[in-house]
């Protein structure tokens, strides 16, 4: 059965830095792309990066305001769960929302919002002072 299981997240000053992970398990593709969203209040969702996973290689996409600030990176480890994590930094009260991962198993084009069918539960980023 298919698990994504995100974790990380929380409440952090302006400036600061967090990193939420996700965790896929129940597949066994060698071939998917993970996205992070996001959904701030009475905002619509919105992309924030994504990442394409295969076997030998990885590609990634970000948000225009998401460069430079937030990272992607993948643990793919095989036949184990398969961990996606998005480190951001230099993190503005803007940022504030929660944030979803999702799993699509079209992997040549990690922007196709609508391929993302298995989703994460959530979690929330509150960037305060």
């Known amino acids: 059965q298919l698990h994504l299981v995100q974790s990380g997240g929380g409440l952090v000053q302006p400036g600061g830095s967090l990193r939420l992970s996700c965790a896929v398990s129940g597949f066994t593709s060698d071939y998917y792309a993970i996205g992070w969203f996001r959904q701030a209040p009475g905002k619509e969702r919105e992309r924030v990066a994504c990442?394409?996973?295969?076997?030998?290689?990885?590609?990634?996409?970000?948000?225009d305001s998401m460069k430079g600030r937030f990272s992607i990176s993948s643990d793919n480890a095989k036949n184990t769960k398969n961990t996606v994590d998005l480190h951001m930094i230099s993190l503005e009260p803007e940022d504030t929302a929660v944030y979803y991962c999702a799993l699509s198993y079209y992997y040549h084009d990690c922007t196709r919002t609508y391929e993302y069918d298995d989703w994460g539960q959530g979690t929330q980023v509150t960037v305060s002072s």
């Open positions: 990442i394409g996973v295969s076997d030998d290689s990885t590609y990634s996409w970000y948000a």
